[in-house]
């Protein structure tokens, strides 16, 4: 099985700045593309940030600018590096890992999910 550990979450005013970073674990293979969603209340789960395994960076435009990804193979670790923060972009941030396991299956597996709010 894999397991993923997010943090870096919290409280930050407007304009401020904050470090995601979420590191998997256990019956790895290869790591494929890492990503990051959020999900506001009464909202639906959006893909904000993706990286491929080449490294090549995906953003949605509400972040483009603003948010940087980046991955580090060696650790089995996801960054989201987010500047200039909104009061638009509070939610529960979620590190999305696509992960071929040692038996060969691949799975997307999610993280517990990291709270981030942003005061005005």
């Known amino acids: 099985q894999v397991q993923l550990v997010e943090s870096g979450g919290g409280l930050v005013q407007a304009g401020g700045s904050l470090r995601l970073s979420c590191a998997s674990s256990g019956s790895i293979f290869r790591i494929n593309d890492m990503g990051w969603a959020r999900q506001a209340p009464g909202k639906q789960r959006e893909l904000v940030a993706l990286i491929t395994s080449g490294g090549n960076p995906r953003y949605a435009d509400s972040v483009k600018g603003r948010f940087t990804i980046s991955r580090d193979n060696a650790k089995n670790t996801v960054y989201l590096q987010m500047n200039s923060l909104k009061p638009e972009d509070t939610a529960v941030y979620y590190c999305?890992?696509?992960?071929?396991?040692?038996?060969?299956?691949?799975?997307?597996?999610w993280g517990q999910g990291t709270q981030v709010t942003v005061s005005s």
């Open positions: 999305k890992q696509d992960v071929t396991t040692t038996t060969r299956a691949t799975t997307s597996y």
